[in-house]
Nanobody, 126 residues
Framework: QVQLVESGGGLVQAGGSLRLSCAASGRSFSTWTMGWFRQAPGKEREFVVA????????YYANSVKGRFTISRDNAKNTVYLQMNSLKPEDTAVYYCAGGGFWNSDRVGAREWYDYWGQGTQVTVSS
């Protein structure tokens, strides 16, 4: 049974930073592509960033490029999302997701991921 548990969300002022964590249970974590998605009220869930199993490949949505950084620690079965220079429009519930082997054509698609966490709220005040 695979479980993904996010933590680290909260309330922050615009320009501030937060670090999200996603702890995974299950075998073969180091082979999974891990992604972060977010969903704002009244909007569809959107892709934020993904990282390959080795950590060597990443893919960012244009809206967060240069501000967010994804990383992973396979020894701890954990993936992180460092969010800097936060904006009010970053306010959303953030979800981590686990998928298969890295596929740069698919990592932005939420339907490609097999496992999802319960989400953590990030609120950025202006």
């Amino acid at each position: 049974q695979v479980q993904l548990v996010e933590s680290g969300g909260g309330l922050v002022q615009a320009g501030g930073s937060l670090r999200l964590s996603c702890a995974a249970s299950g075998r073969s974590f180091s082979t999974w592509t891990m992604g972060w998605f977010r969903q704002a009220p009244g909007k569809e869930r959107e892709f934020v960033v993904a990282v390959s199993g080795s950590g060597r490949s990443t893919y960012y949505a244009n809206s967060v490029k240069g501000r967010f950084t994804i990383s992973r620690d396979n020894a701890k079965n954990t993936v992180y999302l460092q969010m800097n220079s936060l904006k009010p429009e970053d306010t959303a519930v953030y979800y981590c997701a686990g998928g298969g082997f890295w596929n740069s054509d698919r990592v932005g698609a939420r339907e490609w991921y097999d496992y999802w966490g319960q989400g953590t709220q990030v609120t950025v005040s202006s």
